[in-house]
């Protein structure tokens, strides 16, 4: 893979005297220009610190205060936005909350809005009240939805007390407890211009953004820029095994590895996990080997703070499954990996890197993680082609060990 392939996907970055960030992707052969505007923080934090005081954050409070954003957002500039038949939409992240919208013709005209009009919002009670039954109601649908509930278990499983393992909306009680006081001093805390990214890419020209955003008249920050207390969390697993039942025709099972090596950079421990699930349940993976070529998913996700390996299956003998997958594994362990292969499944994985970024969404999703992550789209590629085989097979003995390995199984009811 040639850098001039990676070279189109390297964003400019910019900061403007307000303190907001740019990060800009020009990619001239689109149509659309995709923006989004967004915070450093999510449902994983539950406290920041600013100006050497901690400003603790309740369950469920980012993603109700994202809610009552969108609620008075559409109220500011809803108009502005349907004239150009734009519609704009929110969302909570772990570690971020993003306000983004897509458009053919008016993209700095509408991100210009938007940024003024996020800076000038006020809470009123009654828009808290309004949304916190809209939240409750989507509550109520997550509950009922297996796929969310196998998730959350694992997730219970694997850590102890890392945010992570909460719900991104709280729960019932949660959701209730929350004010607008509250809301209110985590607005002005976390919504300032210098918490403020703007990601936009498309057929932009990066000078002409700088400019104009430049020009906007923004508030001033009123405080120091707030920063995230990361959570303690243990290396260990809560438990190696969890269960129970929901409507589901089949088993849903999920074999988990917790992180525990935080020295390695992040775009490496994930490039490095995938390409050792890829040996395992490749077409000529350790699995396929074996006899077993069962379809499923696999997955690295995490952040700076934490992370895990995730092995998905929906299969009707989930107990024969987990066996044959640890004598893979300790197969793997075992031989020396083949170069050969080694080789191709580097190959596929950075072709699959870029091909997803042909597709905008998927594009704006990089920009957005990788961001965040403090990392780059170069690093990735680069943390793939820099797996070796000796890395693997650390990743192999250390990280997927039946020591951090968490079964979790929804079964039908
Ligand atoms: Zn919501």
Redesign the pocket.
Known sequence: MTAAAWSAWVPQHALLASGVQLVLLPQPQWLRTLVHVAIPFGSCDGAVRCANQSLLIAPGAQ??L??VLANRLEQMIGAQFAAHGVNLQ???GWHRTGYHFWTLDAPLELTSALLQALLAVDIPADTVAHEQQ??AH?LRQRQHDPRIQARQQMLQALFHQHPVRNS??GTPAQIEALDSAHLLALYRTLYQPQTLTVFAAGPLDPNAWAAALSALPLPASAQPRPVRVEPVEPATVVTQRAQSTASVAVPMLRLAFKERDFTLPYALREQSSLLALELLTGPAGALARAGRAIQGSYDYAGDLSFGYSVLEWHTPQPEQLLELVASALADLRQQPIDPAQLALVQRNRCAQMLRALEQPDQAMLWLLTTHFKQTSLSDYLAAAQASSAELLQQRLSEHFQPLNAVASLVLPR
């Open positions: 993603h109700l994202e809610h929110a969302q909570t809209i939240v989507e991104v909306i």
